[in-house]
T-cell receptor, first 115, second 111 residues
Framework: EPEVTQTPSHQVTQMGQEVILRCVPISNHLYFYWYRQILGQKVEFLVSFYNNEISEKSEIFDDQFSVERPDGSNFTLKIRSTKLEDSAMYFC?????????????FGPGTRLTVL | TQLLEQSPQFLSIQEGENLTVYCNSSSVFSSLQWYRQEPGEGPVLLVTVVTGGEVKKLKRLTFQFGDARKDSSLHITAAQPGDTGLYLCAGDAGSARQLTFGSGTQLTVLP
């Protein structure tokens, strides 16, 4: 069964450094999402992406964040200058279409630790 | 801002007991998903409910979507230790159908 994959599984970085989190969505899906989950808290929506542009973004997704689909398979989340509070699990999700019966499938996540 | 309230937050029961988890909101959702999440992993989809009043069964798990599409419940019959995990409800809204998650119910089934 097709799956969303994410790399790396764990990323440790120093505050102020740039990180890029990578995702390979399910191949015939058209909508892509990033969520994050701070330890012990809810899963929170960051951004959605369709047709090579951002569809919606939350208040969390400020100028430090950017997303890109550099080729036909990868979907990346870049954090330009990481802060301590960026430490969280970051989940990528993809969805085939926006029909009511379609839903999002999540990757296994990248644990980002900012020191 | 759409919010989903899940209850209870924690639930510890004996093997063989039944339980119900609730997911409530003041907002209407296009659909509602239930996920299960293991520590350090991503949410795994259990079911999607779309129509008000809809009931879906997945073995011993029964999911119901409220008539007004504002609330949902998950009922587990004869719980087993393998059911232990974090259960999340998530409502589907917004133009990009991003998900709004509940805070989760941590279920522990004791043998």
């Amino acid at each position: 069964e097709p799956e969303v994959t994410q790399t790396p599984s764990h990323q440790v970085t120093q505050m102020g450094q740039e990180v890029i989190l990578r995702c390979v969505p399910i191949s015939n899906h058209l909508y892509f999402y990033w969520y994050r989950q701070i330890l012990g808290q809810k899963v929170e929506f960051l951004v959605s992406f369709y047709n090579n542009e951002i569809s919606e973004k939350s208040e969390i997704f400020d100028d430090q964040f950017s997303v890109e689909r550099p080729d036909g398979s990868n979907f990346t989340l870049k954090i330009r200058s990481t802060k301590l509070e960026d430490s969280a699990m970051y989940f990528c999700a993809s969805r085939k279409v926006l029909g009511d019966t379609d839903t999002q499938y999540f990757g296994p996540g990248t644990r980002l630790t900012v020191l | 801002t759409q919010l989903l309230e899940q209850s209870p937050q924690f639930l510890s029961i004996q093997e063989g007991e039944n339980l119900t988890v609730y997911c409530n909101s003041s907002s209407v959702f296009s659909s509602l998903q239930w996920y299960r999440q293991e520590p350090g992993e991503g949410p795994v989809l259990l079911v999607t409910v779309v129509t008000g009043g809809e009931v879906k069964k997945l073995k011993r798990l029964t999911f119901q979507f409220g008539d007004a599409r504002k609330d949902s419940s998950l009922h587990i019959t004869a719980a087993q230790p393998g059911d232990t995990g974090l259960y999340l409800c998530a409502g589907d809204a917004g133009s990009a159908r991003q998900l709004t998650f509940g805070s989760g119910t941590q279920l522990t089934v004791l043998p």
